[in-house]
Nanobody, 126 residues
Framework: QVQLVESGGGLVQAGGSLRLFCAASGRTFNGYMMGWFRQAPGKEREFVAGIRWSGGNTYYADSVKGRFTISRDNNKNTMYLQMNSLKPEDTAVYYC???????????????????WGQGTQVTVSS
């Protein structure tokens, strides 16, 4: 049974930083794509960043490029999201997700991903 558990959310002022953690368990994740999504009140869940567990290739939404960094520690089965220069519009519940996409492509649509964590709240005050 795959389990994804997020932590690290909180309240921060605009311009500040936070680091999110996603502890993954239940299987080996070689060949999987791991990702961070977020959902703000009244909005749809959206892709933030993704990383290939095996090769480490990373992908980012345009809205976070240059500010957020996704990484993973294979030995600890943990994925991270370092968020710098936070803006009030980054306020959302952040979710960790995983899916095994075939080949070198991936689908950033939330419905395409199999496994999800429970989410962690990030609030950025102005």
């Amino acid at each position: 049974q795959v389990q994804l558990v997020e932590s690290g959310g909180g309240l921060v002022q605009a311009g500040g930083s936070l680091r999110l953690f996603c502890a993954a368990s239940g299987r080996t994740f070689n060949g999987y794509m791991m990702g961070w999504f977020r959902q703000a009140p009244g909005k749809e869940r959206e892709f933030v960043a993704g990383i290939r567990w095996s090769g480490g290739n990373t992908y980012y939404a345009d809205s976070v490029k240059g500010r957020f960094t996704i990484s993973r520690d294979n030995n600890k089965n943990t994925m991270y999201l370092q968020m710098n220069s936070l803006k009030p519009e980054d306020t959302a519940v952040y979710y960790c997700a995983a899916h095994r996409f075939g080949g070198s492509w991936y689908n950033p649509t939330p419905a395409a991903w199999d496994y999800w964590g429970q989410g962690t709240q990030v609030t950025v005050s102005s």
